[in-house]
C-alpha cells in the first residue's frame, strides 16, 4: 500500500507501507480527499516518525464491531469524515467526560499515530461523522477547520453587538471570520497576507493587515488564530478590559522543542484590564457538516491547489511558506 511518511525528518511517497487492521472499535477508511495544511508541515519538522495526514473525505470499508452493532450498520460503506483526536478511553478524564483532555490522547498524523495519508488507514468508529450525499468532498474537508471554530464560537457569549478581531488569514482564520459574521457581531480580520484577506471582500467581512491597526482596548472578543508572539501581543492590544481572548493554535506545538516561537502572554496586561484567556482546541465536527451542507460558508475558496496523491511529499514542503490556505490531494 501506498503511503506517505515521514521518517528522520524527511517526507517520502512510501510505495510497500504494510496495510493496517483495525482494531476492535475500529474502522477501515479508504480515503478520496485529502488535505494538507501548515500543521502537517509542522508535523513533518517534528519528530512525529509514520505516516502523515489528519483531514480526510473517504469511505468506510471495514468495521471491527459485532455485525449487530449500530454503529457498524450506520458506518459500513458510508462517506465519512471524522475527528483526528483520539482519547484512550479508560483513563480517568475520559471516564469523566473530559476525552478531549485525555492525558493519554493520540493524533492522527500528529501525535504518536499513523495518518491518513495512505491508501487505507484506520481510526476509531466513534470518532466518525456519515456525510450526506449533496455534500461533495471538496467541501466536506473543510469541516474538520470548521469545527474548529464552532467549538469556539459554543464557548463565548455574546452580548449586545460585539466587536470581534480575529488574527491570522489561515483557513481556521478564514473560516472564524465568516462564522461570527453571522453572529450579531461586528467583525474584521486581521492578517499578513494581501491576497487572503482579499478573500474576506467576498464575504462583506472588514480586513486589515495587522501593522495598520492601532491597539485602541476596544474590542470585546479577540480570536488568535495565529498564535505566534506578534498575534498575541496584538491581541492584549486590542481586547477591552473584561474582554476575552480566544487561543485557537499555538506556532510551537508540534514543533521540537527548542526549534519553535514560544508565544509569552503578558500577565500584567491581563490582570490590569482583567481580561479572560480561553483556550479551544475541540472540534464539533458533526455541527460543520451541517452548516458545510446548508452552504452557510464560503470553503471553496480556501483551496489553495489540488494535486495528486504522489505530490504528497512536495506539497507538504508547499505548506510550509506561510499564507499557503488548504492544498487538496486526490486519493481516489
Ligand atoms: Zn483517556
Redesign the pocket.
Known sequence: MKAIRCQQGSVLLAPDTQEPTPEPGEALVEPTRLAIDADDALAADSEFSGVLGHEFVGTVTEINLPKDNPTRQQLLGQRVVGSAHV?????????SGL?LH????TTLGLEARDGCFAQRFVIPAANLVPLPDDLDDDRAIFASSLGRVLHAARMLRLEGKAFVSVLGDGPVALLAAQVMATRNASVRLLGTHEANLELCTKWGVKHRLWHEVGRRHDQNIVFDCAGTPESISLALGLIRPRGMVVLMRTASTLAPSGAGVSPALDPAAIIHDEVQVLGSRGCAIADAVAELAAGRVDVVNLIARRLRFADGPQAIMAAKEPGTLKILLDAA
Open positions: 482519547p484512550c478511553s479508560e483513563c480517568d478524564r475520559c471516564k476525552s485525555c492525558a493519554h490522547a
